[in-house]
């Protein structure tokens, strides 16, 4: 393979984070006997909820989503619609944003990618139009829905008006047409049996914000010819530095411990600034991981807690007209990753100049941050980010002592929303 370029993080030390900091801090919490854990835990494949660490190497497991994205490449459909939300759907509609570019329905690459993820009615009408006319056409639809549960409202709903759509134009073979991913044995598990439709699981234990590495991601973007090997070879690869002791080495680790200082110190905002408009996907994939997994009310010894790092996402060069100015504006309590792309930078002077402006501004003020820079914009570059993202996220989970994988809380409006809808 010729992709060997990595991910490059650097965070320049200060007051906060110092040296000593940072050893004080691996002494203590005991990360290297975490990061230990992490690794045996990861031979244990899907046993523990590290699961999804098992995924990037689990060949069994693409050869079979492959097989079924390749049977349904045989009906040359010229649409795919992902029906999913938050981990269901985040992960793929990022990797493709940044992959096929923000101009991917403009251009005549088929089959295109769409995601149904709302309730809007503007929306939702919009797209079901879309779906209408390639039908109505004599076209094949894909209609992948994705759906650890089982019993997301949003997905349920948006599914059953596809699959009438679906129905009325292809009473004979709708079936042939809809792809469910789901646990096993969930309720929409059990439909799919029950109507014949294809159905790729998710291992049991990889929790949705994690499952992108699952047929929950691999499968869409099989669909739309992602590399997907280069992909997962990213992820495996960078693996063996989020995975390793050597805390040089680890990226994921370095930038766990960078954030969990500054929150020590009263920062309450980890923004990132992505310097490629293409990335914003990636940024609010992200948002989603650190929000849900690390903002908690109670630690993993039952004590209130509340953690309230506020992950944020920031595009440039458009957000410096936007928000710079409150992000100079003096106060401390904003740490920011700048996430670069090697290649986009070397393509343009002013893209050079605007990131590393930005960031002698940042060094002026007095705010903290730290760079990640992507070697390029491709499968292997984006598999790394987000895999070395993810491993961050269980290390944070460590650092503040919160389980990383559950989100209780979300439950609070589902209950509310549940109630309104059956009155
Ligand atoms: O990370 C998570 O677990 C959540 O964001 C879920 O992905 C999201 O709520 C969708 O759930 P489901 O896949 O069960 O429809």
Do not use: M, R
């Given at each position: 393979m010729k992709h060997k370029k990595f991910l490059h993080y650097t965070h320049t030390l200060n007051n906060v984070v110092t040296n000593q900091a940072i050893a004080d801090l691996v002494q203590s919490s005991g990360l290297l006997e975490h990061i230990k854990e992490l690794l045996t835990v990861r031979s244990q494949q899907y046993e523990t909820p590290y699961a999804s660490l098992a995924l990037p190497d689990d060949r069994a497991l693409f050869l079979q989503v492959e097989t079924l994205a390749q049977e349904k490449k045989l009906l040359k459909p010229t649409l795919v619609l992902v029906i999913g939300i938050g981990g269901s759907s985040l992960g793929a509609k990022a990797i493709y944003q940044a992959l096929v570019g923000s101009f991917a329905h403009f251009n005549c690459q088929q089959p295109q990618l769409y995601f149904l993820e709302t309730v809007d009615q503007n929306y939702t009408a919009a797209l079901q139009k879309v779906v209408e006319t390639a039908l109505a056409q004599g076209e094949n639809v894909i209609v992948n829905v994705i759906t650890k549960s089982g019993t997301t409202t949003e997905t349920l709903v948006n599914f059953e008006t596809i699959l009438t759509v679906l129905k009325k134009y292809r009473?004979?073979?709708?079936?042939?047409?809809v792809v469910v991913i789901s646990d096993n044995n969930s309720s929409l598990h059990k439909q799919a049996k029950q109507e014949n439709f294809s159905f790729l699981s998710i291992p049991k234990q990889v929790g949705g914000r994690y499952s992108v590495f699952s047929a929950v991601g691999l499968f869409p973007l099989m669909m739309v010819d992602i590399d997907c090997n280069a992909l997962l070879a990213g992820a495996s690869d960078i693996l063996k530095n989020s995975l390793s002791t050597d805390l040089k080495v680890n990226q994921s680790a370095q930038s766990a411990l960078m954030l969990y200082l500054y929150y020590q110190q009263g920062y309450r905002v980890h923004d990132s600034f992505f310097f490629a408009v293409d990335l914003e996907g990636l940024g609010k994939w992200y948002r989603q991981l650190m929000a849900e997994s690390?903002?908690?009310?109670?630690?993993v010894n039952g004590k209130r807690v509340c953690r309230d790092m506020l992950p944020t996402v920031s595009v440039g060069t458009g957000d410096l007209h936007s928000v710079a100015q409150l992000y100079l504006n003096?106060?401390?309590?904003i740490v920011t990753t700048f996430v670069s792309v090697e290649d986009i930078q070397k393509k343009s002077e002013y893209m050079h100049a605007f990131i590393e402006g930005t960031k002698l501004a940042y060094q002026k003020n007095g705010i903290p941050f730290s760079s990640l820079i992507v070697p390029s914009l491709d499968a292997y570059g984006i598999g790394q980010f987000m895999q070395c993202k993810m491993v961050e996220i269980i290390i944070l989970g460590f650092l503040f002592q919160v389980?990383?994988?559950?989100?209780?809380?979300?439950e609070l409006y589902k209950k509310e929303v549940k109630c309104l809808l059956i009155k």
């Open positions: 009473p004979a073979d709708y079936y042939e047409l690390i903002g908690k009310e109670y630690d003096g106060q401390k309590n389980n990383p994988f559950d989100q209780p809380n979300v």
